[in-house]
T-cell receptor
Framework: AQTVTQSQPEMSVQEAETVTLSCTYD???????LFWYKQPPSRQMILVIR??????QNATENRFSVNFQKAAKSFSLKISDSQLGDTAMYFC????????????FGDGTTLTVKP | GAVVSQHPSWVICKSGTSVKIECRSL??????MFWYRQFPKQSLMLMAT?????????EQGVEKDKFLINHASLTLSTLTVTSAHPEDSSFYIC?????????????FGDGTRLSIL
């Protein structure tokens, strides 16, 4: 079974600064996908970024980028130029290549962006 | 594209009643739908996986007779909380995927806040 660990229950960052959220996972699979989801106070789940394990290049979406270290089984999320709207709970998730959407989620990191 | 509509968004009802939550995929065929439960400031807990036209697969510890799941069409799955009690109060979220796009992330509904008095 896969496990996903987010070791930072809460974090805070000043507006316009950069913050990195950590995520590690454990799996024996070689083909899989990793995701970061954002859940703001409205509780809607929003996909932030997606990484295919077979791709060495780190995924980037505007101010959001990941540092994917496959050998270390690490998948951290970097948020640059933090904005107040980035305040949310962030979940790291793992999905096997054959699992048709079924994902394992970490416990989440609550991020607060301070003005 | 890939919109999932969940209804109702908030429901309050008396203890002992049954509550039905609907999850609809509006612009794609959802071959698989997932139902989650989430407590405040906690992660999503998978309750069950439903495939269109077949019985749902429940996670360990989830009562099948308590949480009835039906996935009768490619666009609709329902979760019925039977004889609800205060301990069933929670936030319930559905998500959906299409087998043809199975390596894509799941698409989430906006969730239902259930309060049992």
């Amino acid at each position: 079974a896969q496990t996903v660990t987010q070791s930072q229950p809460e974090m805070s960052v000043q507006e316009a600064e950069t913050v990195t959220l950590s995520c590690t996972y454990d799996t024996s699979e070689s083909n899989y996908y990793l995701f970061w989801y954002k859940q703001p106070p409205s509780r809607q789940m929003i996909l932030v970024i997606r990484q295919e394990a077979y791709k060495q290049q780190n995924a980037t979406e505007n101010r959001f980028s990941v540092n994917f270290q496959k050998a270390a089984k690490s998948f951290s999320l970097k948020i640059s130029d933090s904005q107040l709207g980035d305040t949310a709970m962030y979940f790291c998730a793992f999905m096997k290549n054959t699992n048709a959407g079924k994902s394992t989620f970490g416990d989440g990191t609550t991020l607060t962006v301070k003005p | 594209g890939a919109v999932v509509s969940q209804h109702p968004s908030w429901v309050i009802c008396k203890s002992g009643t049954s509550v039905k939550i609907e999850c609809r995929s509006l612009d794609f065929q959802a071959t698989t739908m997932f139902w989650y439960r989430q407590f405040p400031k906690q992660s999503l807990m998978l309750m069950a996986t439903s495939n269109e036209g077949s019985k749902a697969t429940y996670e360990q510890g989830v009562e099948k007779d308590k949480f009835l799941i039906n996935h009768a069409s490619l666009t609709l799955s329902t979760l019925t909380v039977t004889s609800a009690h205060p301990e069933d109060s929670s936030f319930y979220i559905c998500s959906a995927v299409n087998w043809d796009s199975r390596n894509q992330p799941q698409h989430f509904g906006d969730g239902t806040r259930l309060s049992i008095l």
